[in-house]
Antibody, heavy 118, light 106 residues
Framework: EVQLVQSGAEVKKPGESLKISCKAS????????IGWVRQMPGKGLEWVGM????????RYSPSLQGQVSISADKSINTAFLQWSSLKASDTGIYYC???????????WGQGTLVTVSS | SYDLTQPPSVSVSPGQTATITCSGD??????NCWYQKRPGQSPVLVIY???KRPSGIPERFSGSNSGNTATLTISGTQTMDEADYYC?????????FGGGTQLTVL
């Protein structure tokens, strides 16, 4: 059974750093891209970026390039999303998903709520 | 950047057919997917490759994609289908989502 299990909710202050995780199981981690999608309060789904764990090929949404960093550790089947300096506008729910050009984002994590507030 | 446009809301009576559209330049030339998003839950893929249903998705969900418009059709809509629906396509190795359509069943 394919599962993506994300780390728990976070409450941070502006300017702080953060790294959230997404642990995959039930399939070969290095065979599929992992994508990150955010949903800000009251808004729609927004693609953040993706990583191919086999070679760490990374693509970012043009609108979010430079604001976040995506990485993966294939030894522990885990992908990460990281911020070096959070802003209040980073508040939202962040989902990871297994993704494939032909098959879409077919399995999703449970989401990580990130709250940035002073 | 590539844009996908959806109507903000669609209403349907139980048992009737709901149709949600998604418009984008030459969208019919791209693979298109649809996701169901209920409040407090993770998105669920309901259509991929324009018209395929993942395992476990009811047959009442169907999709089409031609020209500049993709369409999600829900036949015999049930109250449990009330949710937000998002279309998605690929553009230049990036994932693009539509703005979402709130489906109300009443």
């Amino acid at each position: 059974e394919v599962q993506l299990v994300q780390s728990g909710a976070e409450v941070k202050k502006p300017g702080e750093s953060l790294k959230i995780s997404c642990k995959a199981s039930g399939y070969k981690f290095t065979d599929h891209w992992i994508g990150w999608v955010r949903q800000m309060p009251g808004k729609g789904l927004e693609w953040v970026g993706m990583i191919f764990p086999e070679d760490s090929d990374i693509r970012y949404s043009p609108s979010l390039q430079g604001q976040v960093s995506i990485s993966a550790d294939k030894s522990i089947n885990t992908a990460f999303l990281q911020w070096s300096s959070l802003k209040a506008s980073d508040t939202g729910i962040y989902y990871c998903a297994r993704q494939d050009t032909a098959n879409g984002l077919d399995f999703w994590g449970q989401g990580t709520l990130v709250t940035v507030s002073s | 950047s590539y844009d996908l446009t959806q109507p903000p809301s669609v209403s349907v009576s139980p048992g009737q057919t709901a149709t949600i559209t998604c418009s984008g330049d030459k969208l019919g030339h791209k693979y298109n997917c649809w996701y169901q998003k209920r409040p407090g839950q993770s998105p669920v893929l309901v259509i991929y490759q324009n018209n395929k249903r993942p395992s476990g998705i009811p047959e009442r969900f169907s999709g089409s994609n031609s020209g500049n418009t993709a369409t999600l059709t829900i036949s015999g809509t049930q109250t449990m289908d009330e949710a937000d629906y998002y279309c998605q396509a690929w553009d230049s190795a990036s994932v693009v989502f539509g703005g979402g359509t709130q489906l109300t069943v009443l």
